[in-house]
């Protein structure tokens, strides 16, 4: 697929996930083939992920925006670029758009 306007090529994915901020988030993280390290660094995460392993991070996002992050270990062939993006909204928001969806 090509690039539409505004988004940024080799960092942007098919699903952000989103998260509200001013919430302390809890953070799942595993792997199902290789070692992968899941990191934004605008957040200040790095957890690495381990096949048969269940990592956990904490997260409080203090404002509202886009953060992009990328797997920062060498997992294999045509695993060069896994970006990791980050949808920061409000809570209300995240109430209203986001868990609805997954409740219909």
Not at 2 to 25: A, F, I, M, S, Y
Not at 59 to 83: D, K, T, W
Not at 86 to 104: G, M, Q, W
Request: with cysteine; aromatic share 8%.
């Amino acid at each position: 697929q090509d690039v539409e306007p505004g988004q940024l090529r080799l960092l942007e994915v098919d699903e952000r996930l989103v998260l509200p901020t001013n919430t302390l988030v809890r953070v799942l993280v595993t792997a199902s083939d290789v070692l992968h390290s899941w990191a934004v660094p605008s957040l200040g995460v790095k957890c690495d992920a381990i096949p048969g392993r269940l990592n956990q991070i904490w997260l409080s996002i203090n404002r509202e925006g886009v953060f992009y992050g990328q797997c920062s270990e060498l997992c294999g062939a045509n695993h060069s670029f896994m970006p990791i993006v980050v949808e920061a909204v409000s809570p209300r928001i995240f109430l209203t758009d986001y868990v609805k969806k997954f409740l219909s």
